[in-house]
């Protein structure tokens, strides 16, 4: 079954220090490979994708996140956090397994960033 | 216009009562989705709109009714929800459904009573 893992509930790091995001998958085929970043009490919004290309791509915000094949991981990366980097972040997938337009994502259950003063 | 722009933003509603959500984008995409969220959980896909037809319904009940009336709205409407329907309900737009930067709107936080 194809499927998408976040291993880390809750991560926490000090302002200025460098933040991982972490994300596996599991897809037939080639994996298209999503994040999203949601603030308190607002929409979710697109950061970064993987298709293909360069393993490491870059994102909204200074976020990037590395594609790593033999390891079935994208995850999400800044050098330095912010305090406003403070939210929810979620890993998505496309489902490989439906065609045309019925394709749709397969989303982690999220994990929760907060950066500290 | 980058944004997709949903209406209400907050709405609270009794369980014999009917109401539609809207939402809008003018950037010229071409799938539409609708998504329920519960607090601090992924969001569950609910619609998807292909082309202004409908191309996926995830077995979601009749009581939540969508609608596309052109190319740049998408409607939600509802009819004798349940208290366990309450949630955030996000609106979504992208060029199609192979290229998934999806641009979401800001939601409707919808509480049934």
């Known amino acids: 079954a194809q499927s998408v893992a976040q291993p880390e509930d809750q991560v926490n790091v000090a302002e200025g220090n460098p933040l991982t995001v972490k994300c596996t998958y599991s897809?037939?085929?080639?994996?298209?490979l999503f994040w999203y970043v949601q603030y308190p009490n607002r929409g979710l919004q697109f950061l970064l994708k993987y298709i293909t290309g360069d393993n490491l791509v870059k994102g909204s915000y200074g976020f990037e996140a590395e594609f790593n094949k033999s390891q079935t991981s994208f995850h999400l990366k800044k050098p330095s956090a912010l305090v406003s980097d403070s939210a929810l972040y979620f890993c998505a997938v496309r489902d490989n397994q439906s065609a045309g337009n019925n394709r749709k994502l397969i989303w982690g259950l999220g994990t929760s960033l907060a950066v500290n003063p | 216009d980058t944004e997709v722009t949903q209406t209400p933003k907050h709405l609270v509603m009794g369980m014999t009562n009917k109401k539609s959500l809207k939402c809008e984008q003018h950037m010229g995409h071409r799938a539409m989705y609708w998504y329920k969220q519960k607090a601090k959980k992924p969001p569950e896909l609910m619609f998807v709109y292909s082309y202004e037809k409908l191309s996926i319904n995830e077995s979601v009940p009749s009581r939540f009714s969508p609608e596309c009336p052109n190319s740049s709205l998408l409607n939600l409407h509802l009819h004798a929800l349940q208290p366990e329907d309450s949630a955030l309900y996000l609106c979504?737009?992208?060029?199609?459904?192979?290229?998934?930067?999806?641009?979401f709107g800001s939601g409707t936080r919808l509480t049934v009573v």
């Open positions: 897809v037939s085929g080639n994996p298209y």
């Open positions: 979504a737009s992208s060029q199609d459904t192979v290229n998934y930067g999806y641009t």
